[in-house]
């Protein structure tokens, strides 16, 4: 199996930076996701990773080190409408998308 | 154009009931799933359509899980005998190519059915 360990909660101050780690045991797989969830919506993607290394969209960047066995999320300029969950997932060799915990970020003014 | 769509949005069951939820994948997307998500936790899946083909039902919890997409388009999650345990998020995703066919095809995900079991 996979295990994805996220952190439970971050709180940010609006303009600021937040990195929100995501690390996981595999043997192998096709690429890492990560998705946004607002409370009580669907989650909508943000970005994904297949090789090691920073994927930059925006306001949004996702980081990639295989042989490390870890990921991060940074979200710069916080906006108050970025308090949500953060979901990563990992899509596995047989293509299975296997999500983490979530990470609540709380924006505050 | 129109995303993928879920109804209901809430149902409530009393426990020993049979419940059907719906799902309306985006037009002409071959590939759907069905995840079930507890409080504070991630998306589990739950099944996979490719087409009117169900290709992976390994993550359905028990017998008491059923999923069909007799047309390839629209999907239904039936469950039966509900217990509390079932009580959860159940989501619908839908992506345009097959799921095995080695691209990073992203899901895009309905907001979901929200399952109390009483």
């Known amino acids: 199996g996979q295990n994805i360990d996220q952190p439970t909660e971050m709180t940010a101050t609006e303009g600021a930076i937040v990195q929100i780690n995501c690390t996981y045991q595999?043997?192998?797989?096709?690429?890492l996701f990560w998705y946004q969830q607002h409370a009580g919506e669907a989650p909508t993607f943000l970005s994904y990773?297949?090789?090691?290394g920073l994927e930059e969209k925006g306001r949004f960047s996702s980081f990639l080190s295989r042989s490390k066995g870890y990921s991060y999320l940074l979200l710069k300029e916080l906006q108050m409408k970025d308090s949500a969950s953060y979901l990563c997932?990992?899509?596995?060799?047989?293509?299975?998308?296997?999500f983490g915990a979530g990470t609540t970020v709380t924006v505050r003014a | 154009g129109a995303g993928v769509s879920q109804s209901p949005r809430y149902k409530v069951a009393k426990r020993g009931q049979d419940v059907a939820l719906r799902c309306d994948p985006i037009?002409?997307?071959?590939?759907l799933f069905w995840y079930q998500q507890a409080l504070g936790q991630g998306p589990e899946f739950l099944t996979y359509?490719?087409?009117?083909?169900?290709?992976?039902k390994s993550g359905l919890p028990s017998d008491r899980f059923f999923a069909e997409r007799p047309e390839g388009s629209v999907s239904t999650l039936k469950i039966q005998r509900t217990q509390q345990e079932d009580s959860a998020v159940y989501l619908c995703?839908?992506?345009?190519?097959?799921?095995?066919?080695?691209?990073?095809?992203?899901?895009?995900f309905g907001p979901g059915t929200r399952l109390t079991v009483l």
């Open positions: 995703a839908s992506s345009l190519t097959p799921w095995t066919s080695g691209g990073l095809d992203e899901q895009f």
């Open positions: 595999t043997s192998g797989f096709n690429g």
């Open positions: 990773n297949v090789l090691d």
């Open positions: 997932a990992l899509l596995s060799n047989d293509y299975k998308l296997s």
């Open positions: 037009s002409g997307h071959v590939s």
């Open positions: 359509f490719q087409n009117e083909a169900q290709l992976d």
